[in-house]
């Protein structure tokens, strides 16, 4: 039994609230986009891998800061967004609900697999088994007599600057209110004459821009590989019901509660002698059946 | 509830499924009469393969949900079958106890992901794979881990007995897949596919439909997933629940078609064909890069997703003969009914 110092928990904490905010960010584009567009997209992690491959490469080849690497990969992931929505058209308009699910679960789940098989082989012929910002070493901060890793905080106030500015565009602008309007109720946004498809675009391009800013900030922090995916899928579908589905401050909170809880089972794990880091990654799942049976309806739904 | 109805459809009888059975029949005699090695693994990769499709397809393809989580089903079978049999037990025996484990698993994760609807449905149950993934790479003690175990009974001796007992396994398979489509509890899935909310208000216990098909398909997943065991040889992590198996199924019966019982093994019957050819193919083109099987799955139901999202037989050409007897098809006596034309619909 070994009880890591004070200074090593605070560390462990940030990172949990780190890596809630990006399960908070990669689940408000997903239940946006669901809501929207009625596209379930299960490739939403992939395109969290395609952001963190994105600014690592630009990182060792031009040398860019991963900082104003953002300014590269939001407006490309914007674009993809919107290639992918016009992609999705044509499956999403057909009459029956049935189909609609049915294409959108194949389109996804095969794009998703691609994205990993893919990357799998780019990875075996480059080299390079994981990604990661490797050069970029920083120092530490002193808050409070306590060294802080200074990149763990710049990211985590980036992460709460992005999720402020993404509850003011919600709830506090026009594009907002269509968006919330669609996904209330597509069949009345559509009789207003609200153009579902234009803002289910719009609604793609900022939900896959978010997934792949969670690449970026997630390379800087630790390492990724191909698999990785599919997990921030499924976690960020663990965000989405704790918080309630299609409930935008819901799924912020979750988040973070999530991502809180996975780095206190982890040092609970460590002190008990199991290996933490192994099994950190099944606490999200498995507390995704636990909620399931326990409350369904999520934290802010009553 | 599983209640034969009369009035929905006239009996079990179908010359269609005759039909196939007898082709099945004399196909699996002429590969044993043949004995050509490569021909006859690949006959035994559509039996095996075949069956497992069918399995995923009884919730699937009648239900409309998309049951991702079908490789845990098959690897709980898989692992206990290879436990059993290792440990000394009967091969059937063995084979029951893995379908009984598995129909338990079922039933033990149906009362969480159940609660998920459309398509976070798919997700949850995807998590299910992950999750036991994680526990089989973190306790190699009782799993074996990446390196796995090998069946102690599987000997060349067996490999006569195996062929045609899974191909009696696959005719079992496609009559249950049919029964299921004419027995009250088809009429119950077919409804919730529609739309579960109206199916509910009519007073039909939708969960417990849902559950028992569940069930029922987890049944025969943990006895192809043996089956496969039995073929393979040994049972490893990325060898029952690496997504390359687990989507296998679903690829094949989203490919041929859900909800016909002609749909999965068509989808297979293509696939095989597919997995035996493509990689030397694609070798000769990229010899420096070697793509596992996620990138064909991955390519496949991006395909089968945009043009045919309900599987090749449900295309409008092909429908016709899906439902055709193929006797009346040889002999041209088809009559082709013209199917109408849809309701004139407001833009929505």
Redesign the interface.
Known sequence: MVLPTAEAVINILIGGLLHGGILSLLAVGLTFI?GVSR??N?AHGDFLFLGGVTTTLLFSFYSVNPFLSVLVVIPMFALIGTGFSY?MK??TS???P??V??????????????????G??LS??SGHPYYTVQLFVTGTVQIFGFALNEVLLLSFIAIIGIAVGLSLLVYRTFLGSLMRASMADR?VA?MLGIDTFRISTVTFAIGIALSALAGTVEVMTTNIDANVG??F??QA?TV??LGG?ASFYGALLAGFLIGVSVAVSEIVLEIIGV?GG??A??VP??M???I??VR?RGLLRR | MVRWDSRIQPGLYSGYLLWTMISLAALSTLTISFANVLFFDAIQQVMVFGAMALSFDYFSGYTGYYNLGFGAQLAVGGYVFVYAANGGLNLFLALLLAGASSVAFSLVTSYPVMRLRGGYFAIGTLALVILLYMFDVNLPEYTGGQIGFHVNASTPQIALPLFIGSTLFLMVALLVHLAIGRSKLGLTLRSIREDEGVTQSVGVNTFRAKQITFCLSGFFAGLSGGIYALYIGYVSVQNLLGLGTGLLPVTAAVIGGTGIFIGPLVGVILLTGLKLTLPSAVATVFPTLSFGPLVYIGLLLVVAGLFFPQGLLQVRFLRRFANARPDRVLTGRLQIKKIPAAPPQQDR
């Open positions: 669901y596209v379930l299960i992609l044509k499956p057909a009459r029956s049935e189909v699910t049915a294409a959108s679960i194949l389109v996804t789940l095969g794009l998703s697999n691609l994205i990993e098989g893919l799998t082989t075996s012929v069949e559509i599919l997990l899928t499924i579908l989405i019901v589905l290996q192994a099994w990654d099944a799942l498995v995704l059946l636990i399931l049976i369904p």
